[in-house]
């Protein structure tokens, strides 16, 4: 029996997204992203075609590059609003769609992030995720905090981070401390909630958590660290994982690597669902999705593309000529520079402006154009070719792209059978893994759980 595939929708609280430049087509209402009518949009098109969770990714400030001025001027980045916020307003119009919200762990101490993710997974009846990010100095200006340390540092106080939430979430309340008993007038039972304690290098604490248990405790946990450090700590505590836009290859050595280490943290590594990023331009023919893509290329901004293409890369590309090859950037990159090389068909080397381009129409991200058969096999080759779970789709234009998914592609993927056709109720784990609300008792949170 074919995998049922999962989708995520992935975007930021910014104009054009991971498109530069797209923000001025017609199809694209980015530059609204300050009105709530467009996330009550983009979420009632998400859960109208059954789409998993809309995952909303943040940069908590423009890279510190020379060229930066470009990226500000295409709107790549900054400005950017706070996506926790908008939460709450998409959660009144859908009932099954799940939110997973990137929160940084070195700008802000566990105690008020466990609250607001408490507070969000209330609001959402079970529906929140946490994308479980750290800080390079590369990617922030100096805001004279612990975002800005090395690798496996960063890693370290992840771990740190993570356990304090735990605690909070998982520890301080039993399931029967709230029993609003009207006639005595208790509501909570005193004997059933538990003060904390917790020491560790960058944080101590003793206290209660402030919210009540929420419908999932813990939110759904999202990582997508590539490096060593970052792969072992997926490993111990992701419950979904993202490899990002990386050749087929790569992503399956990634996901092959990162169920082998679950296993050895004692975890069933199927329960960790891999998401690869993808952009999807469709349409109702080959021929017409083609034309789409030429359309979208006519808006492309090179610049910002450029500038974006510099923050995945971690290296200022704006020192180099734009007919440089791609190629000869090797020694000055840490990630394999095939990861950002396309073939050409007339064999003329892949060089920088072309970088920039690809990077304005979805990032780079591995793209699939074409008609709804022609996107639904290429979906159906990359599960079987690299054991993901499922995409996290990027957009060109917001909501157009996800739009014409919805209207296109889900359809052909419920004909296969290898898309739900309605949504599995409960909480967004219960939707995701099958396996219930809370979190399964061989992860590292179900330590501090109490009855």
Request: hydrophobic fraction near 40%; glycine fraction near 8%.
């Amino acid at each position: 029996m074919a995998r049922e595939i999962l989708l995520n929708a992935f975007s930021n609280f910014g104009v054009a997204s991971y498109a530069p430049g797209l923000w001025r087509h017609p199809e694209d209402k980015s530059a609204n992203c300050t009105d709530i009518s467009y996330w009550v949009e983009l979420a009632e098109i998400l859960e109208r075609g059954g789409i998993d969770s809309l995952f909303l990714s943040d940069v908590l400030a423009a890279p510190n590059l020379e060229g930066r001025e470009a990226g500000l001027r295409s709107g790549v980045g900054v400005p950017a609003g706070d996506p926790f916020t908008v939460i709450p307003a998409m959660a009144a119009v859908t009932d099954n769609l799940g939110f997973v919200v990137t929160g940084n762990v070195g700008y802000e101490h566990p105690f008020l992030f466990a609250r607001r993710m408490s507070t969000l997974d209330h609001l959402t009846n079970g529906r929140i995720g946490w994308n479980i990010v750290t800080s390079s100095a590369f990617f922030t200006e100096d805001k004279g905090v612990a975002g800005e340390l090395g690798s496996a540092d960063r890693y370290q106080h992840a771990d740190e981070y993570a356990e304090v939430c735990y605690r909070l979430w998982e520890g301080s309340w039993a399931d029967d401390a709230v029993v609003r008993d009207h006639e005595s007038g208790v509501h909570t039972r005193t004997d059933r909630i538990f003060d904390i304690d917790h020491a560790s290098p960058h944080y101590q604490l003793h206290c209660l958590h402030q919210c009540a248990p929420s419908p999932q405790r813990t939110p759904v946990l999202f990582q997508a660290g590539v490096s060593a450090e970052g792969r072992g700590f997926a490993s111990r505590h992701a419950e979904a994982i993202l490899t990002g836009s990386l050749p087929r290859e790569l992503v399956a050595m990634h996901v092959a690597s990162v169920r082998q280490q679950a296993a050895e943290f004692g975890r069933d590594p199927r329960a960790v669902k891999c998401f690869a990023a993808v952009l999807i331009i469709t349409a109702a023919s080959d021929e017409l999705a083609q034309e789409k893509y030429q359309d979208y290329i006519r808006y492309a901004d090179a610049e910002g593309g450029r500038f974006f293409a510099s923050t995945v890369m971690a290296l200022d590309l704006t020192q180099f000529d734009w007919d440089m090859p791609v190629a000869e950037l090797r020694d000055k990159v840490e990630r394999p520079i095939e990861w950002f090389i396309r073939e050409k068909l007339d064999g003329s080397p892949w060089t920088i402006r072309d970088l920039a381009i690809t990077a304005s129409v979805g990032l780079g991200a591995e793209t699939i154009i074409g008609s709804p058969s022609t996107v639904a096999d290429e979906l159906q080759s990359w599960v079987d070719a690299t054991d993901l779970d499922g995409f996290n789709l990027i957009a060109v234009t917001t909501p157009g792209t996800y739009a014409d998914i919805v209207e296109h592609v889900i359809p052909e993927l419920r004909r296969r059978g290898v898309y739900k056709q309605d949504y599995t109720p409960g909480t967004y784990r219960n939707k995701l893994t099958g396996r219930g609300d809370r979190l399964p008792v061989e992860h590292p949170a179900a330590l501090y759980r109490v009855g």
